[in-house]
């Protein structure tokens, strides 16, 4: 993308009580018509941070710049940003039309302009024909695509979601994610969403800038955050991985030789030095009955110990001889029970291709 | 009568309405509480000068009551006053919760404890204070009216304000902040959320605090009592006054037409507020 970003974060800090830090100088740029993602676990700060965007905290310390503007001094009812509250913060007392129609309402647009974005924007979300509806009349789903329609029908640059899907069921949950990444696909707006959910920034998001502690740990398509995780946290906060405590030592440009126990010593690809995790997924990990040959592969015995079965595939611990068992996923390719059956005990070589080995530092 | 006939089912353990102890206090406490209106209500209807034999029905008080030009101008005065007291009490009563729920300032413990004072402080002490306090101001008597009633309205909305702003702050703990941050995020002005979203959320609790006010002004007599002049008595002090020389079927009538007002003030007040209850109720 050639122009400029639509939000840049610069150096932004917020200090609560002098002490706590919410966000610790987070330096963040989103591209415009981007997806973006801000994911983490509560206190986090990827709250706080949205909150920012809107204007309803101001930044302790940096710069938060909008379509080219500084915000440090525009109150939120003048931002070129709206935003889709958690508790989608519906007007009790209005219709939907009415709903919809109180931003235009409030920068005084000629009514006849208001009627016809707010049947537009009803559209848009598939609540044409609702307008006369009153909030109690309607359940939380389409409560939220009132919300929606009356923070789209303002045409912001950006719009903000914070944690939108919350409170919805696993279902209505899944169809509006779809629904999101439609609806975002259509107006060709920024958008912003904040969720503690992996899953849901994973499959909706261009990028994810995952957040820990105030901090910003990565910024990454979800492909990125999923492959090459940048710590040993963000690998643990996305997915499952397995985890093997080692040391390793530079020996040349972007490669390391990680000692770890029962494994031994392996020349791998990576940067960390002294402390580091071995790390690699569970589904990328294979299972045989004979020592595989290939030296492109690390290969260790293990002992069956819990399996888990989820149709498409089992979850099977298997006993290393470490404090912490490895775990794969191992995809069930026949419909032959007997034959993908893991029994606890048995002994099997496990292995994966040092390729899809990582090697995290903290 | 049931309550004291044997229910054939064995009692339940949590079948308290059956006890015998219990219902005999619910019954004294409904007696206790109900017998004097209803006696005064129906001895309002007493054919006779004194107020001890049932003597035969008639409306007779009521024709007097409304001819006693007195006890009219202190009814009148009663409604006037209270109408005033409602009108600033709940506005001022609304302003206050508003303040105390919105703002963090320092001292504002302090400010909520003071303002609830006038609760807590014995009425008679207010209104020996009330009294003290115009005749030091030296507060003009003997004006036109209604202007004559101003220190008794002041004297009614410094102690009624204070239960409106209580009842319109209980209201608001509830209130969802993110209604007003997303009416800001649309582009309302802070007086345009405060009239558009908190306003309307607040309709119950102004309906229930006007309410309270209303009533805690219409039927107040200590207060008043200290600061009515000869010229400014209002209803109750008159009944008061006519109490003191017998208790005819007069007072009778009158205290019923009182009775009556509050409680159809009430239940509209009630009704209202039910009905912006219904509308409420997805507030979150």
Same mark, same amino acid.
């Given at each position: 993308?050639?122009?400029?970003?639509?939000?840049?974060?610069?150096?932004?800090?917020?200090?609560?009580?002098?002490?706590?830090?919410?966000?610790?100088?987070?330096?963040?740029?989103?591209?415009?018509?981007?997806?973006?993602?801000?994911?983490?676990?509560?206190?986090?700060?990827?709250?706080?941070?949205?909150?920012?965007?809107?204007?309803?905290?101001?930044?302790?310390?940096?710069?938060?710049?909008?379509?080219?503007?500084?915000?440090?001094?525009?109150?939120?009812?003048?931002?070129?940003?709206?935003?889709?509250?958690?508790?989608?913060?519906?007007?009790?007392?209005?219709?939907?039309?009415?709903?919809?129609?109180?931003?235009?309402?409030?920068?005084?647009?000629?009514?006849?302009?208001?009627?016809?974005?707010?049947?537009?924007?009803?559209?848009?979300?598939?609540?044409?024909?609702?307008?006369?509806?009153?909030?109690?009349?309607?359940?939380?789903?389409?409560?939220?695509?009132?919300?929606?329609?009356?923070?789209?029908?303002?045409?912001?640059?950006?719009?903000?979601?914070?944690?939108?899907?919350?409170?919805?069921?696993?279902?209505?949950?899944?169809?509006?994610?779809?629904?999101?990444?439609?609806?975002?696909?259509?107006?060709?707006?920024?958008?912003?969403?904040?969720?503690?959910?992996?899953?849901?920034?994973?499959?909706?998001?261009?990028?994810?800038?995952?957040?820990?502690?105030?901090?910003?740990?990565?910024?990454?398509?979800?492909?990125?955050?999923?492959?090459?995780?940048?710590?040993?946290?963000?690998?643990?906060?996305?997915?499952?991985?397995?985890?093997?405590?080692?040391?390793?030592?530079?020996?040349?440009?972007?490669?390391?030789?990680?000692?770890?126990?029962?494994?031994?010593?392996?020349?791998?690809?990576?940067?960390?030095?002294?402390?580091?995790?071995?790390?690699?997924?569970?589904?990328?990990?294979?299972?045989?009955?004979?020592?595989?040959?290939?030296?492109?592969?690390?290969?260790?015995?293990?002992?069956?110990?819990?399996?888990?079965?989820?149709?498409?595939?089992?979850?099977?611990?298997?006993?290393?001889?470490?404090?912490?068992?490895?775990?794969?996923?191992?995809?069930?390719?026949?419909?032959?029970?007997?034959?993908?059956?893991?029994?606890?005990?048995?002994?099997?070589?496990?292995?994966?291709?040092?390729?899809?080995?990582?090697?995290?530092?903290? | 009568?049931?309550?004291?006939?044997?229910?054939?089912?064995?009692?339940?353990?949590?079948?308290?309405?059956?006890?015998?102890?219990?219902?005999?206090?619910?019954?004294?406490?409904?007696?206790?509480?109900?017998?004097?209106?209803?006696?005064?209500?129906?001895?309002?209807?007493?054919?006779?000068?004194?107020?001890?034999?049932?003597?035969?029905?008639?409306?007779?008080?009521?024709?007097?009551?409304?001819?006693?030009?007195? $006890?009219?101008?202190?009814? +009148?005065?009663?409604?006037? %006053?209270? @109408?005033?007291?409602?009108?600033? &009490?709940? #506005?001022?009563? !609304?302003?206050?919760?508003?303040?105390?729920?919105?703002?963090?300032?320092?001292?504002?413990?302090?400010?909520?404890?003071?303002?609830?004072?006038?609760?807590?402080?014995?009425?008679?002490?207010?209104?020996?204070?009330?009294?003290?306090?115009?005749?030091? $101001?030296?507060?003009?008597? +003997?004006?036109?009216?209604? %202007?004559? @009633?101003?220190?008794?309205?002041? &004297?009614? #909305?410094?102690? !009624?304000?204070?239960?409106?702003?209580?009842?319109?702050?209980?209201?608001?703990?509830?209130?969802?902040?993110?209604?007003?941050?997303?009416?800001?995020?649309?582009?309302?002005?802070?007086?345009?959320?405060?009239?558009?979203?908190?306003?309307?959320?607040?309709?119950?609790?102004?309906?229930?605090?006007?309410?309270?006010?209303?009533?805690?002004?219409?039927?107040?007599?200590? #207060?008043?009592?200290?600061?009515?002049?000869?010229?400014?008595?209002?209803?109750?002090?008159?009944?008061?006054?006519?109490?003191?020389?017998?208790?005819?079927?007069?007072?009778?009538?009158?205290?019923?037409?009182?009775?009556?007002?509050?409680?159809?003030?009430?239940?509209?007040?009630?009704?209202?507020?039910?009905?912006?209850?219904?509308?409420?109720?997805?507030?979150?």
């Amino acid at each position: 993308m050639s122009e400029a970003p639509i939000i840049q974060i610069k150096n932004v800090s917020k200090v609560y009580g002098g002490s706590v830090k919410a966000v610790d100088e987070v330096d963040l740029e989103v591209q415009r018509g981007e997806f973006f993602a801000l994911l983490g676990p509560s206190g986090c700060g990827k709250t706080t941070l949205l909150r920012m965007l809107a204007g309803f905290e101001v930044p302790t310390a940096g710069q938060v710049i909008i379509d080219g503007h500084d915000m440090a001094k525009v109150q939120p009812n003048k931002r070129p940003v709206n935003m889709v509250f958690q508790s989608y913060a519906v007007f009790p007392h209005m219709s939907v039309e009415q709903n919809v129609a109180y931003g235009l309402k409030m920068d005084r647009r000629p009514s006849g302009e208001i009627k016809k974005r707010v049947a537009e924007a009803l559209e848009l979300v598939k609540l044409g024909g609702l307008g006369k509806r009153m909030p109690d009349e309607m359940s939380g789903g389409q409560r939220q695509r009132v919300a929606l329609a009356r923070a789209l029908v303002k045409r912001p640059s950006v719009l903000l979601l914070d944690e939108p899907l919350s409170a919805l069921d696993a279902k209505l949950r899944e169809a509006m994610q779809l629904e999101l990444v439609r609806l975002q696909k259509t107006v060709g707006i920024t958008f912003v969403i904040v969720t503690h959910d992996q899953s849901e920034a994973l499959s909706m998001a261009n990028r994810i800038a995952v957040m820990n502690q105030g901090k910003v740990q990565q910024v990454a398509p979800p492909t990125g955050l999923y492959e090459t995780p940048a710590s040993r946290f963000v690998a643990d906060f996305i997915g499952k991985i397995n985890l093997i405590d080692a040391t390793a030592t530079r020996t040349g440009e972007g490669e390391v030789r990680v000692n770890a126990p029962k494994i031994g010593e392996v020349t791998l690809k990576g940067t960390a030095e002294g402390k580091v995790a071995l790390a690699v997924r569970p589904e990328k990990i294979f299972v045989a009955d004979k020592q595989p040959t290939d030296p492109g592969v690390i290969a260790i015995k293990g002992k069956v110990g819990e399996v888990a079965y989820f149709g498409s595939y089992s979850n099977v611990f298997f006993d290393i001889g470490l404090g912490q068992p490895l775990q794969a996923d191992i995809s069930n390719v026949t419909s032959d029970v007997e034959e993908f059956t893991f029994k606890a005990g048995e002994e099997y070589w496990i292995y994966w291709r040092k390729a899809d080995t990582l090697v995290l530092g903290d | 009568m049931r309550l004291f006939r044997r229910n054939p089912d064995p009692m339940g353990p949590l079948d308290y309405a059956r006890r015998f102890w219990l219902r005999a206090i619910v019954t004294l406490t409904l007696v206790f509480l109900y017998a004097p209106i209803i006696g005064l209500m129906a001895f309002s209807f007493n054919d006779s000068r004194r107020n001890v034999v049932w003597r035969g029905f008639t409306t007779d008080y009521y024709v007097r009551f409304f001819n006693n030009d007195s $006890l009219m101008l202190a009814f +009148g005065n009663s409604l006037t %006053i209270a @109408l005033m007291t409602t009108v600033v &009490a709940t #506005i001022l009563g !609304a302003l206050t919760a508003y303040v105390l729920w919105r703002y963090r300032f320092p001292g504002k413990a302090i400010y909520e404890g003071g303002m609830a004072l006038p609760i807590v402080i014995p009425e008679i002490c207010m209104g020996v204070a009330m009294m003290v306090f115009f005749a030091r $101001l030296g507060w003009p008597v +003997g004006l036109p009216w209604p %202007i004559n @009633l101003g220190s008794i309205t002041i &004297a009614h #909305i410094a102690f !009624a304000f204070p239960f409106a702003a209580i009842v319109i702050r209980a209201r608001l703990e509830n209130f969802n902040r993110e209604l007003a941050e997303c009416a800001r995020d649309l582009g309302a002005s802070e007086y345009r959320v405060f009239r558009d979203i908190v306003v309307p959320h607040m309709k119950p609790g102004l309906i229930a605090g006007a309410l309270l006010a209303f009533t805690l002004s219409l039927d107040d007599f200590v #207060i008043t009592f200290f600061t009515a002049g000869p010229d400014t008595v209002t209803f109750p002090v008159k009944i008061y006054s006519m109490v003191r020389f017998s208790v005819t079927p007069e007072v009778n009538a009158a205290s019923t037409i009182l009775i009556l007002l509050t409680l159809v003030v009430t239940t509209i007040a009630l009704w209202l507020q039910n009905r912006n209850n219904m509308i409420g109720k997805s507030a979150h």
